[in-house]
């Protein structure tokens, strides 16, 4: 019961977070001048309150496998929003609407989940969608010499793959820190498009 104490605090603390900088990003930017960037704060805005409300709960499986899409969506949609954002105001606009294509995948696997007929494939499909969005922000922060959207990057491929490194030490810790990387996420790409 300790571990289920210290994990349910951690799921609190986690969503605390992602929702401090949903806040923060919903009163930065407006949805008329950033659009795509609202869709991803209000979508994680929504999804860490469920899970904040989750982590209250004495029954994980409450919401289940609403949570778990959910989960599945905020796995993809920060990211290809942030670069969109981040084309549409760059001199390559019209790149932007690559990562809007990128999101289909995530389509395929939502889709998937669904049902009771989970595919690995579409698994990877998601994971090479959002490799191509990292090295495509990490693009744009090099060539346009903005560490911010170097943050990004970094951030999304820890909040991805670092998640994944640190829940080998720590049982269960994997989804706190991709909640708490979306949140930098999100704060970063905030910051980025408001200086």
Not at 34 to 46: G, W
Not at 59 to 67: K, L, M, S, T, V
Not at 72 to 96: C, G, H, K, R, W
Not at 112 to 119: A, I, L, R
């Amino acid at each position: 019961t300790k571990k289920k104490i210290k994990m349910n605090f951690a799921g609190v603390v986690s969503n605390i977070l992602l929702i401090v900088a949903c806040c923060y990003t919903m009163f930065a930017i407006t949805p008329a001048d950033h659009p795509y960037a609202y869709i991803a704060a209000a979508f994680s805005f929504v999804h860490g309150l469920l899970g904040a409300l989750r982590a209250f709960s004495d029954d994980a499986e409450d919401c289940g496998r609403a949570f778990m899409i959910s989960a599945t969506i905020l796995e993809v949609l920060p990211l290809p929003m942030a670069n969109i954002e981040f084309y549409l105001s760059s001199d390559q606009s019209s790149v932007a609407l690559v990562h809007s294509l990128s999101l289909i995948p995530l389509l395929y696997d939502m889709l998937s989940k669904m049902g009771d007929d989970w595919d690995n494939a579409t698994e990877t499909l998601k994971d090479m969608a959002l490799i191509g969005n990292i090295a495509s922000t990490g693009y744009l922060a090099t060539k346009g010499g903005n560490a911010i959207h170097g943050g990004v990057a970094a951030t999304a491929f820890f909040s991805r793959y670092g998640a994944s490194l640190i829940d080998n030490f720590v049982c269960g810790a994997g989804p706190h820190v991709t909640t708490i990387g979306n949140a930098g996420i999100l704060g970063l790409m905030t910051y980025a498009l408001t200086h």
